[in-house]
């Protein structure tokens, strides 16, 4: 699943939940709980990745230019969104099987 579907989805659900909580007149409360939850998914996206991550990229490292390219970019410290998108990369390069 694609970064871009997640977001929509995201936005879809949260839209939802700002039209459940006018309906039930806890618009203060859903408005805190949304905001509660983008910051932590936020904070989940950006913190850096487990060591087994880091196993991972070098195991993909030097076989395609354009993961190569994302791998310096990101740098010493990867978060999580960057190791996203570099398999993403790495997924769309490598053969199908």
Same mark, same amino acid.
């Given at each position: 699943?694609?970064?871009?579907?997640?977001?929509?989805? &995201?936005?879809?659900?949260? =839209? +939802?939940?700002?039209?459940?909580?006018?309906?039930? +007149?806890?618009?203060?409360?859903?408005? $805190?709980? $949304?905001?509660?939850?983008?910051?932590?998914?936020?904070?989940?996206?950006?913190? !850096?990745?487990?060591?087994? +991550?880091? !196993?991972?990229?070098?195991?993909? %490292?030097?076989?395609?230019?354009?993961?190569? &390219?994302?791998? %310096? !970019?990101?740098?010493?410290?990867? *978060?999580?969104? !960057? #190791? =996203?998108?570099? #398999? %993403? *990369?790495? %997924?769309?390069?490598?053969?199908?099987?």
């Amino acid at each position: 699943m694609s970064l871009t579907i997640i977001l929509i989805i &995201a936005i879809i659900l949260s =839209v +939802g939940f700002h039209f459940i909580g006018v309906y039930t +007149g806890a618009k203060k409360t859903i408005w $805190l709980m $949304l905001f509660i939850m983008w910051a932590g998914s936020i904070n989940i996206a950006m913190s !850096e990745i487990k060591p087994s +991550g880091y !196993e991972k990229i070098k195991s993909v %490292q030097g076989k395609f230019a354009n993961t190569d &390219a994302l791998i %310096q !970019e990101a740098g010493d410290k990867i *978060s999580v969104y !960057e #190791m =996203v998108v570099i #398999m %993403q *990369s790495y %997924q769309i390069n490598s053969p199908k099987k």
